[in-house]
Structures are given as C-alpha cells and as structure tokens.
C-alpha cells in the first residue's frame, strides 16, 4: 500500500541545489495541485453609495466603486479586468486625471469643464463622453461644480505589472463625443428598425484608430443601450464582465444572476462574467444606460460566450 500522499495536496516544489539564484527562484507545481485554486466569485452589485458622495460635492477627487476585497485582488478593481470610479472636480478647481491604464471611458454627469491632454484641449459639458489614453498627463479644471464617470483597465494593467504605451505608439487616442452629436447619432440609430436578434436601440462608440474592431479601445466595449418605454432586454449572458451607469430610467431595474438590482440616478451596476441577466424599463419614458464591457478582450480570444436564454 502506498503511503504517498495525494499530489493534489502536495506543497510547491523547491529546485534541489540551485547553482544561482536564478535557479533558485524555479518552483513547481503538478497537475494536481496547479489548477485548484479557488477564487471568490466577482460580486453582482450595484453602487449606489458611491454616487450619492460623489453629488455631493464635498471635495476634488476620485470614489473607486472598489470591489477587490471581496475578490481577494491585491489592487482597486471593480471587475478583475476594470476599474471604475466618480470623479469630483469643484468649481475652480483642478484634478489630475492622468491614470496608469491602457485608457479610460468617462461620461460628464455634471458640469462643465477644461480638459487638457498633451497639447490637446477641450471644453466639456453634461452628457459628453470621452476617451483618454492612460499615462499622457491630463487634467480637468471644472467651470462649475462637475461630477464624472470613468472606467479603465487599470486592473488589467496592474495584474500584468505593465505600463501604459503612449505617444504614436498608443493603443488609443484622445477623443470627445459631445452630447449633441451623441443624440443626434442615437436619432440615426432609432430611425431604422430593430431586427429580431436585436435587443432595444444601443449607439456603440468607436474611435479612428480601433474601427477595424470596432471598439473604443482594443479591449474595451463602450454602448449606450436604451429602452423603449415599458419595455424589456431578454435574459442573456456572456464572459465579459459589464460596468453600466444609469443615466435614466424611472421606474427600471435589472436582473443579475437572479437578483432583482433597482436603479437610481447614476448607480453603477456591475454584471459579473457569465451572469444571467436583463434590463427592464418600467416607465413611461426611454431608459438609458451607458455600459463599459471588457468584451474586445474577450472577442479577441474567441471566448465571448453570448448566448439568449
Ligand atoms: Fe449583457
């Protein structure tokens, strides 16, 4: 009878007499022990505390809708792979918005402010979305008292100890969509119909430099969904994870893995990857909802996994 343990309880196994230290820094595991870790599910959640101190405008900086505790990951993330955070920038003040991620998605909620990037400028105002690439330095010097929305892959970044590429070389580039053209391109959308495997109306941003694939930056998706009044998205799923603010919908609510996630006002609702679920637009007005998914991510390695229920 054999008295050796299971190799699925085995300890990491050392190199026996390393000539250096780069040797000594091998290690091995065997395939029992290599695949069992467990990590904690990503939380469905919905942010709704983080806004409400966000519009209060107490002071110039960043809330993070931080989730990396409950997913036991050494780095602020809302998702393994994004992170997403309210931006406060009071009236004659100034934030530095220069973040180590490939880029960042932002949406004004309100405002209106001076954005510098490189030699670049722009004036912002309610309802704009734009696109930064991370590590340029840039900051936003508020007019009036403003309230901003921004998603980026800092996580991604931080889990692969990488830096931002900038210059020519940069995935992404700075660009601004007003809120004019936004609604105008959304209007051009809502005159054509539908077809069946389509859910609502969505406008999906691209830029120049990313419109072979036709995302916002390579890993990132950027859609504006909306909902007819009374209306319903059907139950679906996918491996990317979905980042979504609320920007109007009154009475709506989604469904996350089973769990009913009511809207407010510029809540921040996290879909965790593979998790069942639909939007539903209660009232009498058209739902919006802006929604950031690492889906190029998973496009580009063929594991997208959308599927109806
Ligand atoms: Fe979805």
Redesign the pocket.
Same mark, same amino acid.
């Given at each position: 009878m054999s008295t050796a343990e299971d190799m699925a309880e085995m300890p990491v196994q050392l190199p026996r007499e390393p000539a250096n230290a780069a040797q000594a820094r091998s290690r091995y595991f065997n395939s029992g022990n290599a695949f069992n870790i467990k990590l904690p599910p990503v939380p469905g959640h919905i942010f709704v505390d983080e806004p409400a101190a966000a519009l209060k405008m107490e002071k110039t900086g960043f809330i993070d809708c931080d989730q990396s505790a409950s997913m036991q990951c050494a780095f602020p993330a809302t998702t393994p792979l994004m992170l997403a955070r309210y931006a406060v920038v009071k009236a004659g003040e100034t934030l530095d918005t220069t973040l180590s991620n490939t880029a960042s998605i932002w949406y004004v909620i309100e405002g209106s402010a001076d954005l510098s990037i490189g030699e670049e400028k722009a004036a912002l105002g309610k309802g704009d979305v734009f696109l930064l690439p991370g590590g340029t330095a840039s900051s936003i010097a508020a007019r009036q008292d403003g309230v901003l929305w921004a998603v980026g892959n800092d996580p991604q970044l931080k889990f692969d100890a990488s830096v931002p590429v900038t210059g020519a070389e940069a995935a992404v580039q700075f660009v601004h969509y007003p809120a004019g053209e936004i609604a105008h391109q959304l209007d051009v959308v809502y005159n054509r119909n539908a077809n069946a495997d389509t859910s609502g109306h969505a406008l999906i941003f691209s830029a120049e430099k990313t419109v072979a694939a036709r995302n916002i930056t390579p890993t990132m998706t950027l859609s504006l969904n909306t909902l007819k009044p009374r209306s319903e998205q059907p139950p &679906?799923k &996918?491996n990317s994870a979905?980042i979504t603010l609320v920007v109007a919908g009154e009475p709506a609510y989604s469904m996350v893995a089973e769990q009913k996630c009511d809207w407010s006002p510029w809540a921040t609702l996290v879909?965790p990857p593979a998790a069942k679920?639909s939007h539903h637009n209660h009232g009498s007005t058209r739902a919006e909802f802006l929604i950031v998914q690492d889906g190029g991510f998973y496009y580009h390695a063929r594991t997208m996994g959308f599927e109806f229920y």
């Open positions: &679906h &996918h979905a879909t679920h």
